[in-house]
């Protein structure tokens, strides 16, 4: 059983599936909107330093090094490859696939105009990667009342480094006649080739000397190469997507790609669905009720995964008596006392303590009391829930839940292997 459906969920139904495991899987699949659709592995070292990371594989090397409680420290770099690669391959063969470089992390344009270090980047994002490494003449376009991107803000951050970038302003005009502008409307509309061809037609007197032509990630919802595509044949340069703000399209992709094709790989998905109670029989095995808003189902496992997240995903909670975790009342890593767990300044460089505070683990990822003792043998976790890491700062979210996730369903096959009775 697999408890939560964001990245570390979806990653662990998946590796599950493809050992073989029969898995059932329940969570509330909304979060995976806010996603940016860039799958970081680790852009910015652990600690108070801060110092930028350009290849992932040596810094998590001096990352294990310098922090051997970290959770990058129970796997290797060989099965985070392998599980990236797991990842990447479902999503393509979903139509949603991804470029990278081997050993080191791309660059690319926010919405804000900054530059973010990634690991993997959407297909439809990846010729901005270079464009941006050439410097090559580039005209970032806007659509009018389209909120949170702005072609202006993004030129004028980035244009002192960027001589030949420029921006412009459209309307579009099916757009006009549907009243109110969203990313989501916009990005179904382009599912049709006469909306494709409107936005060319709009694009393409503000083209100038321009090779490359960046857009909001609004390039359909689904088979998005194919919209690019005709968008690149219709203007004759080069077209990328920038990632929006959030609730983004690309997390639309995301969602839509895993609620259509994970059942398909034999996983029992329950998506809107909670776990509302769980208790552990005599015999070892979990009893769980699950439902939408009271109990519906009940589900019988061998072994339970948490990938229920932090605060957000309400895998842990904060309470007065300090911070728990929500279904089993594992024990939680965490600073002693309330007073502990900020710092005064809002961006001070060494972080706030709470923000490491999560379930601790064995080598195992099954979740362990203050005696280092698993609090049950057949209980594991994985992702945000765990302790010693700030997936935030470091920029390393999907890594460390598809890392992680890997990790335990590798103990969890282990486990089988050794027991074939369950």
């Known amino acids: 059983m697999v408890i939560g459906a964001g990245m570390a969920g979806m990653a662990a139904a998946l590796f599950a599936s493809r050992r073989g495991i029969p898995t059932v899987q329940a969570g509330l699949t909304g979060e995976t909107l806010y996603a940016s659709g860039l799958f970081d592995l680790y852009g910015v070292s652990h600690g108070s330093s801060r110092v930028l990371i350009d290849n992932p594989w040596q810094g998590l090397q001096m990352l294990r090094q310098d922090y051997p409680n970290h959770p990058f420290c129970r796997v290797s770099n060989a099965q985070i490859r392998s599980a990236m690669d797991l990842l990447t391959g479902f999503l393509e063969a979903a139509g949603y696939p991804y470029q990278g470089y081997p050993d080191k992390n791309a660059r690319l344009i926010t919405p804000v105009g900054t530059i973010k270090r990634t690991f993997r980047v959407p297909e439809t994002m990846w010729t901005g990667v270079l464009a941006l490494a050439a410097k090559a003449p580039c005209l970032i376009v806007d659509i009018r009342g389209l909120r949170g991107f702005s072609a202006t803000q993004i030129v004028s951050t980035l244009k002192p480094s960027w001589p030949d970038l420029k921006a412009a302003s459209i309307d579009l005009p099916w757009e006009n006649r549907l009243g109110p502008k969203y990313a989501e409307q916009i990005a179904r509309g382009l599912q049709a080739e006469d909306a494709r061809r409107e936005l060319a037609d709009a694009i393409r007197p503000q083209l100038g000397l321009a090779e490359y032509v960046g857009l909001p990630a609004i390039l359909g919802i689904h088979d998005t190469e194919t919209v690019r595509k005709d968008i690149v044949k219709m203007l004759g340069v080069s077209v990328f997507e920038i990632p929006t703000m959030p609730p983004a399209i690309s997390g639309v992709r995301l969602k839509a790609a895993f609620d259509m094709h994970m059942p398909g790989l034999g996983v029992n998905a329950f998506y809107h669905h909670t776990v509302h109670t769980i208790h552990r029989r005599r015999d070892g095995r979990f009893v769980l009720e699950i439902g939408r808003t009271k109990p519906e189902t009940t589900v019988m496992a061998d072994r339970v995964l948490l990938a229920t997240g932090r605060f957000l995903g309400k895998g842990l909670v904060a309470e007065r008596r300090g911070i728990c975790e929500t279904l089993l ?70 890594g460390l839940a598809v890392a992680t996730a890997y990790g335990a369903i590798e103990a969890v096959a282990d486990g089988l292997d050794d027991n074939p009775k369950g």
């Open 329 to 398: 009342d594992i024990p939680v890593c965490q600073p002693e006392n309330r007073g502990c767990w900020h710092r005064e300044a809002f961006l001070d460089p060494k972080g706030h303590a709470i923000n490491l505070a999560g379930i601790e683990v064995d080598n195992r990822f099954r979740p362990v009391t203050a005696t280092a003792r698993p609090v049950y043998d057949n209980l594991y976790a994985a992702g945000s829930i765990l302790a010693h890491q700030d997936w935030i700062r470091t920029k390393s979210g999907t």
